[in-house]
């Protein structure tokens, strides 16, 4: 269990920057249009893998 904490912890330091840039760049529109189009993309390329397969 101390294992799995260390990892959340880890994990916790590695995402804070990019956390804190979010929370102050919350209300940009080009953010929210890039999320969009990179979750598109990201599902489109899964998809299309799984698909395959």
């Known amino acids: 269990m101390n294992f ?3 990892i959340y912890k880890w994990f916790e330091k590695l ?3 990019l956390h ?3 929370l102050e760049n919350h209300g940009n529109p ?3 249009i890039g999320v969009f189009i990179g979750s598109v993309l ?3 390329f899964v998809y299309d893998r799984l698909r395959k397969e």
């Open 42 to 44: 990201i599902f489109s």
């Open 30 to 32: 080009l953010l929210w």
């Open 20 to 22: 804190d840039w979010i």
């Open 4 to 6: 799995l904490l260390k």
């Open 15 to 17: 995402i804070q920057p």
